[in-house]
């Protein structure tokens, strides 16, 4: 992701909590904060693209947080999993409600359409403007 932001002509910022992976960003030359996303608290952003971890709900924790760090006029990018959307628990129902709140709006993508990096897990992608 990274990478394809830098090639549109914007340099990132990234934030990566695993250590090998920021070490990998860091020596592309991208400037990396290695910490956990959820303790974030560094500013606002016009523009937020995410690739949370699925695990456990944490998309739907990230993508929360992330429209906590977005400014005003803001626009949030993020891949999500299938499951906040179908799911019956607490948490799922509470994103899907949250995210109708924001006017927050979400699309299936394709089957398969992260197998080349090795995860086959159904996805969504959800964009959220901030007004």
């Known amino acids: 992701i990274a990478d394809a932001i830098r090639q549109a002509g914007v340099e990132p910022v990234c934030v990566e909590i695993n250590w090998t992976l920021a070490t990998v960003l860091r020596k592309k030359g991208y400037q990396v904060f290695c910490t956990d996303f959820l303790a974030w608290q560094d500013g606002y952003f016009a523009c937020i693209l995410l690739n949370p971890p699925f695990?456990?709900?944490?998309?739907?924790?990230?993508?929360?947080?992330?429209?906590?760090?977005?400014a005003p006029g803001g626009r949030l990018v993020a891949i999500a999993s299938e499951g906040p959307f179908f799911r019956s628990d607490?948490?799922?129902v509470a994103f899907r409600e949250w995210l109708e709140a924001v006017s927050g709006m979400s699309e299936k993508l394709p089957d398969g359409s992260f197998l080349p990096s090795g995860t086959g897990v159904a996805t969504r992608i959800v964009v959220i403007e901030r007004e």
Do not use: S, T
């Not at 695990?55 to 977005?70: K, N, P, Q, S």
């Open 55 to 70: 695990e456990h709900g944490f998309d739907c924790d990230h993508i929360r947080h992330a429209y906590d760090c977005l």
């Open 90 to 92: 607490r948490k799922a």
